[in-house]
């Protein structure tokens, strides 16, 4: 709804709500919004322009990762590398969804494969060429996930820190450059909002992060009903069938490290295996824990997951085990375009149910009325914003619901079904409900 209020308005620089207010504290950056911006313009604001740019990024994702491993490994290990990361809930969920975390470890990906490439390795010379690539991908993902775009910067110079030509790397003109140029395509965009809206843009938009690093008003997680889940027990519902192999080919990335002296050196499983766990352990040390800080990994995982099949299926039969798994990741990843593989997990959409009485609440709208709620009106007006440009839903204190609902005049309510369930009126009529809402009126006379 921002990224249309935006195109509405003519403003690519404020943020605003479905309640028409200005307010900046989505946590999203505003590149996330131009990316939706550009998309609704194009094909008109639908829920297929809204999902199409995630699923775009994904693909661009798993064709970079199989390219970047199938150079320095093989066919094999790229493709059922790629089979795995697509195979993975809560990134195919993530590539069906409008969701800013989806676009980052897309970006985050794309500056750890061109900071490596940049680097170099026993195989392949660096080029300073993908130093730039990595400047233009920390601008874009700070762009598109504000502060939280940033951690790509430690775990590349954690990394780079263990390699034998550190020194070279930390005094390469053409990284310093690059995160000149980053910063030169961060800024342009938070000096004009910042011109534009003072103080307000930088409370409401530096409390976000804030937040988010501390747990303050963290979102519920579906793997906790306390709401401080716990990135063990994500990990343990949602990468399933893989978490074995995950588990096997850690211990082997381990072992070969030690094995080979190659702590202090440059390879590939290193480099997967701090991409994967140095972020883990980063997240693990903040207070705020949330289910989608995880994506960025899940792609060093499926290599990792991968490193653990080719341990477990290393025997003389590995050609045609290999082979026949090759052909079920092929028919899986398929049929993931076709179905909901997992709806249990993180694959639910927002607004599944409460869309079927969409109809029932325009038709309101259309006769000029207001429809007034006990909860969240945002819930509702975000909604009605997208699929009707016109929303009417006016947040009410129940004592006023209980004047309104008992007059002669007529007027319109909608609920979370547990709200309503916890009502003490008679006489309700239900115009719409759906297994989280009910569409009610008092059955007075049409004001």
């Known amino acids: 709804n921002l990224a249309k209020n935006m195109l509405l308005n003519n403003d690519f620089i404020t943020y605003v709500n479905a309640d028409a207010e200005v307010d900046f504290t989505s946590g999203k950056g505003h590149l996330f919004y131009w990316i939706y911006v550009f998309s609704g313009w194009a094909l008109g604001f639908s829920d297929f322009s809204m999902r199409l740019p995630s699923a775009i990024f994904g693909f661009l994702c798993i064709i970079c990762s199989f390219l970047f491993v199938e150079k320095r490994c093989n066919y094999k290990f790229a493709f059922i590398s790629s089979s795995i990361m697509l195979l993975t809930q809560q990134f195919l969920h993530h590539r069906r969804s409008v969701h800013p975390d989806g676009s980052f470890a897309v970006l985050f990906a794309f500056a750890r494969f061109s900071f490596y490439s940049a680097i170099g390795d026993d195989k392949n010379e660096g080029n300073p060429l993908f130093y730039y690539l990595f400047g233009l991908s920390v601008a874009a993902a700070v762009c598109v996930r504000q502060a939280v775009g940033f951690f790509i910067l430690p775990t590349a110079f954690i990394y780079a820190l263990s390699v034998p030509q550190r020194k070279k790397i930390i005094f390469n003109k053409h990284l310093w450059l690059s995160l000149i140029l980053a910063a030169l395509l961060t800024a342009p965009w938070y000096l004009a909002a910042y011109n534009k809206w003072g103080d307000k843009f930088l409370i409401e938009f530096l409390s976000t992060p804030y937040k988010v690093l501390t747990g303050i008003q963290l979102d519920v997680s579906p793997f906790d009903d306390s709401g401080r889940g716990t990135y063990f027990s994500i990990l343990l519902a949602n990468y399933e069938p893989w978490l074995i192999f995950l588990i096997i080919g850690t211990a082997a990335a381990v072992k070969s490290i030690k094995r080979e002296g190659l702590l202090f050196k440059n390879s590939l499983t290193k480099f997967f295996l701090f991409w994967a766990y140095v972020p883990f352990i980063m997240f693990l040390l903040m207070s705020g824990h949330k289910y989608y800080f995880l994506l960025p990994i899940y792609i060093p995982f499926a290599f990792l997951s991968t490193l653990g099949l080719f341990e477990v299926f290393k025997d003389k039969n590995k050609d045609r085990i290999i082979a026949y798994l090759l052909i079920i990741l092929f028919l899986l990843s398929s049929l993931c375009f076709l179905v909901k593989l997992f709806p249990k997990t993180l694959d639910n959409q927002h607004y599944v149910n409460t869309i079927h ?91």
Not at 380 to 391: S, V
Not at 417 to 436: N, S, Y
């Open 357 to 447: 009485i969409l109809p029932q609440m325009n038709a309101i709208g259309d006769e000029g009325n207001v429809i007034y709620t006990l909860d969240r009106a945002k819930y509702y007006n975000a909604l009605l914003m997208f699929y009707r440009d016109k929303p009417n839903v006016k947040h009410i204190e129940p004592e006023e619901f209980e004047k309104m609902f008992y007059q002669d005049e007529r007027y319109y309510f909608v609920v979370y079904k547990r709200t309503f369930d916890e009502l003490t009126i008679r006489d309700a009529q239900i115009l719409g409900e759906t297994k989280e809402d009910v569409l009610f009126t008092n059955g007075g006379k049409e004001i």
